[in-house]
């Protein structure tokens, strides 16, 4: 026999991957270094500088064999990592929506990571499940939902990870439902509703639940009505629909865009859908966080009609990613559609139906014990927190609107209702529209490339437009007033250029 390499039989040292003083040392370590990354985030491009297949250059093509430090590969955070991100929790950052964060969040999230639950029954953890009921009633106060929606009435709710979960899980439910009475041979006719600014993961989750795509309907919007969704041609499209011997199945309305923030009209869209059997799905993920504050409210009239309902507070109210919230008015439909009952998961208390067991609201099993960071937010901040806070964006927003329409060169494209504005340099007499699209690409360019700001752009009824959307949990004041001075400087020098 060959002789055998030392290296291969002699312990390296004592592998203990977690000892608790070894824990709490570098547990600080790693605090002080995010504390500092987060005084320091200005001092970053907001938008990542590099190109495609940095990375790999800078990385061995295996891991290593023997065990590196803390501090060696922190070092390597701050060398290779931190380069390569577009900070998204930059103050500076205005772009698609923001995905805020707080300490009581971030504090949240570190409970949530020791315990390590794997949630998917009540016995698995009864304090993860109850947590997330009592949690969900809080936020359904706060929006003022109807009883129907609330564990302590005739619903309840579940944390997803985000809107796309929520839609799909509640469209198999719609589903399962429908083809109990027309049969799974006419899964064909399954016929699901949205308009052109419905978002763009409605489609996939559609497509995911095997609706046809030919039965996938975009209705379109104009910007005569904000790009909202029309109860008329929603009816008209429905009947059409239905003569044809097809199956109204789901709508998807939205409480804010992503383009713009539109707000479809919920009362009148859930008289179209109950007149016709329609599981009525409202995606709130941005603009419902406004919804806690009474002056927002009314934006959520006609929820008591709808089906169910979909908030995600990573967006707005300071949770980290990933939390989406989803009520649901008849949750023994999301139960039956999605439950799993192997005999290894069996236990007295989910046969005696005196339970709540989250496996069966969601589409995997295993699942975060994620009520913990939304507790800490509510407890930590209050209600009245949060609603300064969402105030503030919008107050923040409102002034940067004021900028700009106190300036000849720019338009307003739609009215802004929430925190985000849709704007864009003002056609030339007897322009082309092109060339308008023209200048408005070369000016968002021009500004993202200086690494000061980073918004980003969308095209609604045609137009393409810039959106500055505030919300970044650090953004101040004076982070608008400079990103306002830069734009306005960026367009003086872009049209100097053309018109000279």
């Known amino acids: 026999m060959g002789s055998v390499d030392p290296e291969f039989t002699s312990p390296i040292c004592e592998f203990n991957p977690l000892d608790p003083e070894e824990f709490r040392k570098q547990a ?58 577009t900070h998204w929790l930059s103050p500076k950052f205005f772009a698609f929506f923001p995905a805020t964060v707080s300490s009581a969040a971030f504090l949240g999230e570190m409970l949530c990571t020791s315990f390590n639950t794997v949630g998917f029954n009540w016995l698995a953890s ?32 579940v944390l997803q990870g985000t809107t796309s979960e929520a839609i799909l899980c509640t469209l198999i439910a719609a589903r399962e439902r429908a083809l109990e009475i027309i049969g799974i041979q006419n899964i064909g006719k399954l016929v699901v509703y949205g308009s052109d600014q419905t978002h763009s993961t409605y489609t996939k989750a559609c497509k995911l639940a095997g609706i046809f ?60 859908t109950n007149d016709h059997g329609v599981w009525l799905h409202v995606d709130a993920a941005y603009g419902g966080s406004a919804c806690i504050c009474p002056e927002f409210r009314h934006y959520l009239d006609g929820i008591e009609r709808a ?105 307003i494209v739609v009215p802004r209702l929430f925190s985000l504005v849709c704007f864009r340099l003002k056609p030339a007499n007897g322009c082309d529209p092109s060339y ?14 200086t690494g000061q700001i980073y918004m980003t752009h969308t095209i609604a009824g045609g137009v393409y437009m810039l959106r500055f959307a505030v919300g970044a949990t650090l953004t101040e004041d004076r982070h608008v007033i400079a990103a306002w001075k830069l734009i306005k400087e960026s367009a003086d020098a872009l049209l100097k250029g053309k018109y000279a």
Request: aromatic share 8%.
């Open 28 to 85: 600080h370590q790693m605090v002080d270094f995010i504390a500092d990354y987060y005084k320091n985030i200005e001092k970053y491009p907001v938008l990542s500088q590099v190109q495609p297949g940095y990375l790999r250059a800078h990385q061995p093509d295996a891991p290593p064999y023997h065990p590196e430090s803390l501090e060696t590969i922190l070092e390597d955070v701050r060398e290779d990592i931190i380069p390569g991100m």
């Open 126 to 157: 009864p304090a993860a499940t109850e947590l997330e009921m009592v949690v969900m009633d809080w936020m359904a106060n706060m929006l003022n939902l109807p009883k129907t929606f609330m564990f302590s009435g005739t619903g309840g709710g």
């Open 213 to 272: 795509p030919c039965n996938i309907r975009a209705i379109p919007t104009t910007k005569d009505t904000n790009f909202t969704l029309s109860p008329v041609l929603l009816r008209r499209v429905i009947e059409a629909d239905a003569a044809a011997g097809l199956v109204p199945l789901y709508l998807c309305a939205t409480l804010g865009t992503t383009s713009t923030t539109a707000v479809d009209p919920l009362a009148q869209l859930a008289g179209v």
């Open 307 to 411: 089906d169910s309902l979909s908030l995600s507070p990573h967006k707005w109210l300071l949770c980290y990613l990933d939390c989406c919230c989803l009520w649901v008015k008849n949750p023994a439909l999301l139960v039956k559609a999605l439950s799993t009952n192997p005999e290894y998961l069996r236990n007295k208390q989910s046969e005696s139906d005196s339970v709540v067991d989250f496996k069966d609201w969601q589409v995997g099993t295993g699942r975060r014990f994620k009520a913990l960071r939304l507790w800490l937010v509510l407890r930590s901040y209050g209600v009245a927190n949060l609603q300064s806070h969402i105030r503030s964006d919008i107050r923040m927003a409102t002034m940067f609107e004021r900028f700009l329409k106190a300036n000849p060169r720019f338009e």
């Open 436 to 449: 308008t699209d023209m200048l408005n690409r070369k000016l968002l360019d021009r500004v993202n490339s």
